[in-house]
T-cell receptor, first 118, second 117 residues
Framework: EAGVAQSPRYKIIEKRQSVAFWCNPI?????LYWYQQILGQGPKLLIQ????????DSQLPKDRFSAERLKGVDSTLKIQPAKLEDSAVYLC????????????????FGPGTRLTVT | AQTVTQSQPEMSVQEAETVTLSCTYD???????LFWYKQPPSRQMILVIR??????QNATENRFSVNFQKAAKSFSLKISDSQLGDAAMYFC??????????????FGKGTRLSVIA
């Protein structure tokens, strides 16, 4: 099966500019996650969607970050305006727990988008 | 809040030798899941092994095995017969069970493993 797709892979912007990242989860996966991975740290959840509804966005800096998942499939994460501290890899992951598959609980990750804010 | 701690920022191992990566976690839950993920340079994160907290038997996947000590809240990863392709960042992660709904992973800061030929 096709994996989680993300684009762009790399992006360099100046502070105060805006940027958007796109994620296409594995077909049929109901849950989609956006994680932020700052250099030298583990990924941290920004937002979680279940179909097209938000389950958890408690760690999303809502004054500058926004995300949507139209039609419960693709998702877009936007930053406006960007700050230097937003430099990180933004990972998208998806999952669909299915009884009996033995793959319960697994999250599949995309390759990430590396954002550099100068 | 749940936290995951990896105290070894970097480790190295000779090819064909064995290495153990450490992880401790803090939680008030009695049922949960623990994972080790591998993130090769510029490549996506993949699941290496997982452990259900209610299982006493340590999980094993080929050359990868874990030492799960629930009372000590410790979850170490042992890589046997290390190969050059094992070089990567390794993240320990925690997740509460599915019946609470799909839940995100809580990650440690990672351990960078180098394999020396």
């Amino acid at each position: 099966e096709a994996g989680v797709a993300q684009s762009p892979r790399y992006k360099i912007i100046e502070k105060r500019q805006s940027v958007a990242f796109w994620c296409n989860p594995i077909s049929g996966h109901a849950t989609l996650y956006w994680y932020q991975q700052i250099l030298g740290q583990g990924p941290k959840l920004l937002i979680q969607f279940q179909n097209n509804g938000v389950v958890d966005d408690s760690q999303l800096p809502k004054d500058r970050f926004s995300a949507e998942r139209l039609k419960g499939v693709d998702s877009t994460l936007k930053i406006q305006p960007a700050k230097l501290e937003d430099s990180a890899v933004y990972l998208c992951a998806s999952s669909l727990p299915k009884a009996g598959t033995g793959r319960l609980y697994e999250q599949y990750f995309g390759p990430g988008t590396r954002l550099t804010v100068t | 809040a749940q936290t995951v701690t990896q105290s070894q920022p970097e480790m190295s191992v000779q090819e064909a030798e064995t290495v153990t990566l450490s992880c401790t976690y803090d939680t008030s839950e009695s049922d949960y899941y623990l994972f080790w993920y591998k993130q090769p340079p510029s490549r996506q994160m993949i699941l290496v092994i997982r452990q259900e907290a209610y299982k006493q038997q340590n999980a094993t996947e080929n050359r990868f095995s874990v030492n799960f000590q629930k009372a000590a809240k410790s979850f170490s990863l042992k890589i046997s017969d290390s190969q050059l392709g094992d070089a990567a960042m390794y993240f320990c992660a925690y997740r509460i069970p599915f019946f609470s709904g799909n839940t995100p992973l809580v990650f440690g800061k990672g351990t960078r493993l180098s394999v020396i030929a």
